[in-house]
T-cell receptor, first 109, second 114 residues
Framework: GQNIDQPTEMTATEGAIVQINCTYQTSGFNGLFWYQQHAGEAPTFLSYNVLDGLEEKGRFSSFLSRSKGYSYLLLKELQMKDSASYLCAVPNSGYALNFGKGTSLLVTP | DTAVSQTPKYLVTQMGNDKSIKCEQNLGHDTMYWYKQDSKKFLKIMFSYNNKELIINETVPNRFSPKSPDKAHLNLHINSLELGDSAVYFC?????????????FGEGSWLTVV
């Protein structure tokens, strides 16, 4: 099976930087995804990492270490609109993604 | 020009009823999914459907059945609804080879069973 762990909640201040960690256990690694989900809305794709290292995309970056089974999502210059749930996911043996339980991020003024 | 659309968005129904949620994608994707998000916000795969191959999550009760009339549609039919079926159901789709099979979600269907 697969095991995906991420913190349940985090709080950060507007303008700051926050790092959301994810550890995973899976057989046959096929990449790691991060999604953002605002309350009452659908999850939306943020990033996909299949190789080790940091992928930067604007204010958001995602890091992967396959040997450690570890990823993080880095959010810079936090804005109030970044308050959302952030979901780490890995492909399962079929076609689908298995998601972690999500990290609820609250950005405060 | 919504990519993945599902209806209805909100559904309130009584225990024991049978209901369906419809889903359509206009992305030309080969694979469609149904996910369930419970009150604790845990997003869990229910079904994957690819080129007429159905992959079922073994924890899904057989009261739930997906029906795919064609590649662009995957509907979810639920028999004998129970209180515990109350959740948000997300339809999604993906295309193999596109950014590692990135999944795109519909807006969700909020089901409340009373």
């Amino acid at each position: 099976g697969q095991n995906i762990d991420q913190p349940t909640e985090m709080t950060a201040t507007e303008g700051a930087i926050v790092q959301i960690n994810c550890t995973y256990q899976t057989s046959g690694f096929n990449g790691l995804f991060w999604y953002q989900q605002h309350a009452g809305e659908a999850p939306t794709f943020l990033s996909y990492n299949v190789l080790d290292g940091l992928e930067e995309k604007g204010r958001f970056s995602s890091f992967l270490s396959r040997s450690k089974g570890y990823s993080y999502l880095l959010l810079k210059e936090l804005q109030m609109k970044d308050s959302a749930s952030y979901l780490c996911a890995v492909p399962n043996s079929g076609y689908a993604l298995n998601f972690g339980k999500g990290t609820s991020l609250l950005v405060t003024p | 020009d919504t990519a993945v659309s599902q209806t209805p968005k909100y559904l309130v129904t009584q225990m024991g009823n049978d209901k369906s949620i419809k889903c359509e994608q206009n992305l030309g994707h080969d694979t469609m999914y149904w996910y369930k998000q419970d009150s604790k916000k845990f997003l869990k795969i229910m079904f994957s459907y690819n080129n007429k191959e159905l992959i079922i999550n073994e924890t899904v009760p057989n009261r739930f059945s997906p029906k795919s009339p064609d590649k662009a549609h995957l509907n979810l039919h639920i028999n004998s609804l129970e209180l515990g079926d109350s959740a948000v159901y997300f339809c999604a789709s993906s295309q193999e080879g596109e950014s590692g099979n990135t999944i795109y979600f519909g807006e969700g269907s909020w089901l409340t069973v009373v």
